[in-house]
């Protein structure tokens, strides 16, 4: 990110030099431009986090470069308060730091010095006079160790920023920095978007495969949510459409340097139909699925469909259970039917989590987004909303600021009249008995006459007709407040761009499906055309057909 600082509403804004589109060049011209990188440190894992900074010489001459640490918080959520801050110095740059003079305040070098770390004391701690030649880049490591006693905290993230300071002639001017925004609300041990090692091949993993140490070197891996429809970030082999697979196994490591460090831990779960959790090799939770041995065709309980599939359900974990080391969550999915194809599985596990619990979720139900209504027509409207650990209190649709109605009990349906023209922002709210919310938008569009709709269902595209012989076709139209007084159907020869649009049939009665031959050998564009009792068409998707000459 850049920051441009302006001390005046008139060009140059006060800079030393009117700003051009080279940022390079107006930060090395000292213009009153600086470069801030912003970390947001949310997956803090355990007792220790470590990130890279940058530091580095853009100017064409050597500069005494200057660090200077900055936190905005003095209060409880000090990062100072809950841990230890230190830097780790590449060798080159601790040793320029000593040859010029070790200058600093509010840090200490830790053990003999000689591996270049230094401990922060003091929220407005600085090194200085270090010299850094043109053009010369450094990375060096700032690393947060929590306190075993840490307190985790809802609220605003800490923050602290490591200053660069240092331009031509001035050893105290700000060059940029990088900010640390740490999430201390919870501690993330495996996020929700991880990387899984998974095995889709329809047949049973080896023995032993939700074990520590199951070889999985063999499996894909792959971003969750993983799954079969929708846009998953990992679609998934679930077989053919004769022969679906039932089940899909699910594997992922993550490292626990100290085990007591957690005291409380918490599992979400995403899964379409069924699922089994292990920790370790121990089985930790089971839900849709029979009890006893189940293998990769035991078929769920029972099918989740709608917003069910997206929730991530809350199961608590004793952090006892954890080892020190390496640790593996194994999840093996199952679908309700080899019908079905549409598995669905993500996963995230918290430590520590300051949090009363988790919002609930809603959605709409069957109504697309950017859907295009008529002024004055009734529009039912169904909202689907779930709590993973409470309970919905209520759940109300706006339009927007105008309440629709609010309904304390499922089926949440609203019956919406649209009262104007043009676009409106629906807004549906779930309140679940913590008084704990969320919110989901859909914005639709009011127009004075909604126009047909229209599906070109026969011929396949790019059918094979032979010279002579007579082709049927047919399409699918409706209109929601109105009438179908005719569908055409249109077809253009592509021999040419100019050749011209042919109607080669009208239907004035469902269903709509007419014949046509008389066309000349070669390649053809088709479409059909409804149109209705408002004067208001629409065109389907075209489709391809070759004519063949006869032989």
């Not at 809950?82 to 080159?92: K, R, V, W």
């Not at 880049?137 to 690393?143: D, H, K, Q, R």
Request: charged share 20%.
């Amino acid at each position: 990110m850049l920051a441009r600082i302006e001390t005046s509403s008139a060009t140059p804004y006060g800079m030393d030099f009117p700003e051009t589109t080279d940022v390079y060049s107006n930060t090395r011209n000292n213009n009153k431009i600086v470069w801030k990188n912003v970390t947001v440190v949310d997956d803090i894992s355990g007792p220790m986090m470590m990130k890279s900074i940058m530091l580095r010489n853009v100017f064409g001459e050597p500069v005494q470069m200057g660090l200077r640490f900055a936190e905005t918080q003095t209060d409880a959520t000090s990062l100072l308060k809950q841990g230890h801050i230190f830097i780790d110095l590449p060798t080159q740059l601790l040793e320029r730091w000593r040859q010029g003079g070790a200058v600093g305040r509010g840090i200490k070098l830790v053990g003999d010095g000689k591996e270049g770390r230094i401990e922060v004391l003091s929220p407005e701690a600085t090194l200085q006079n270090i010299r850094i030649d043109p053009k010369e880049t450094f990375t060096a490591n700032v690393e947060l160790a929590l306190s075993k006693d840490y307190s985790p905290r809802q609220g605003s993230p800490a923050q602290i920023d490591l200053i660069q300071l240092g331009v031509p002639g001035n050893p105290d001017k700000v060059v940029g920095g990088q900010r640390f925004t740490v999430d201390l609300s919870k501690l993330v041990l495996i996020n929700s978007g991880a990387q899984w090692r998974y095995w889709d091949k329809g047949i049973n993993p080896a023995y032993a495969w939700a074990s520590v140490d199951y070889d999985d070197s063999t499996w894909r891996v792959g971003a969750a949510p993983l799954g079969s429809l929708g846009n998953p970030a990992t679609i998934l082999d679930v077989g053919t459409a004769k022969h679906h697979f039932v089940t899909t196994y699910f594997r992922h490591a993550f490292d626990v340097p100290d085990p007591s460090f957690y005291r409380t831990a918490l599992l979400r779960l995403m899964r379409a139909d069924g699922a089994i959790v292990y920790l370790n090799g121990r089985e930790i939770y089971r839900i849709n699925l029979p009890a006893g041995a189940v293998n990769g065709d035991t078929l769920a309980t029972r099918k989740v469909t709608g917003l069910e599939r997206e929730v991530f359900f809350p199961i608590k974990l004793d952090p006892e259970n954890l080892r020190h080391g390496k640790n593996v969550i194994a999840v093996e999915v199952h679908l309700n039917s080899p019908e079905c194809d549409d598995i669905n599985f993500d996963l995230e596990l918290f430590a520590n989590d300051a949090t009363p619990g988790f919002p609930p979720d809603i959605a709409f139900a069957g109504l697309p987004d950017g859907a295009v209504f008529q002024t004055g027509e009734v529009v039912p409207i169904q909202l689907e909303a779930l709590s993973g650990d409470g309970k919905i209190d209520s759940v109300s649709l706006y339009d927007n600021e105008r309440l629709i109605g609010t309904s304390e009990h499922e089926p949440y349906t609203f019956n919406w009249r649209v009262e104007s023209n043009g676009p409106h922002r629906l807004r549906a709210v779930a309140v679940d008995n913590r008084k704990m919310q969320s919110t989901s938008f859909h914005t639709v569009t009011a127009v004075e006459n909604v126009l047909p709709l229209v599906e070109l269902v026969e011929p396949r595209s790019s059918a094979e007709v032979t010279e002579g012989k007579g082709i049927s076709v047919s399409a699918n139209a409706s209109d929601r407040n109105g009438k179908i007084v005719r569908v055409e159907f249109w077809v253009k020869d592509m021999a040419t761009f100019d050749s011209p649009s042919i109607l080669v049939a009208t239907v004035t009665a469902p269903p709509y499906t007419a014949s046509i031959k008389d066309l000349k050998p070669g390649h053809y564009m088709l479409w059909a055309i409804a149109v209705n009792d408002h004067g208001g068409s629409t065109q389907s998707l075209p489709g391809h057909i070759m004519i063949n000459a006869r032989k």
